[in-house]
């Protein structure tokens, strides 16, 4: 079953299901966190942000977020330590690394601890919505 109308915009009705599913966003730079919230609660997600890999990892203990999109370079605790930690605890959550151009090594490591997918930065801001959306698809 599609979300999606031919132009991207999700449907009413899929808004109300949407609501129901909680995104975990983690960055430090602030300008990224918040459009990154004004993208997904547009869309109907309920919406929580993180600025470090320790403060991801107590949010997703404590919110039990459906998806996590976590940045790899983060002051105090990398992405990549933070979302293998999230992975030993809940297995099961889908988690998009947000990494600069051109590390391979990294995304590598990220893929093999567990990550589900990786998109590199600069990226496109409705690619990063599409393959949330598609991850969700595959959950639900």
């Given amino acids: ?16 299901w949407l609501e129901l599913w909680k995104i975990l966003i983690v960055d430090d730079q602030k300008g990224v966190r918040r459009l990154l919230e004004e993208l997904f609660k547009r869309d109907g997600w309920d919406v929580h942000v ?7 990892i107590s949010k997703c203990d404590e919110l039990s977020p459906h998806v996590v999109l976590m940045d790899m370079k983060m002051p105090n ?8 930690e999230i992975l030993r605890r809940h ?3 889908p988690i998009l690394m947000m990494t600069a151009y051109g590390e391979m090594d990294v995304i590598k490591k990220a893929l093999d ?5 990786c998109i590199t930065k600069p990226f496109d801001i409705m ?5 949330v959306n598609e991850m969700m698809e ?3």
């Fill in 138 to 140: 595959k959950v639900s």
């Fill in 50 to 56: 993180a600025s470090d890999g320790k403060e991801a």
């Fill in 77 to 84: 605790m990398n992405g990549l330590d933070a979302s293998q």
């Fill in 113 to 117: 601890a567990g990550v589900k997918k």
């Fill in 91 to 93: 297995s099961h959550l």
């Fill in 1 to 16: 079953m599609k979300c999606r109308t031919k132009y991207g915009k999700l449907r009413k009705a899929k808004r109300r």
């Fill in 127 to 131: 690619d990063l919505r599409n393959m």
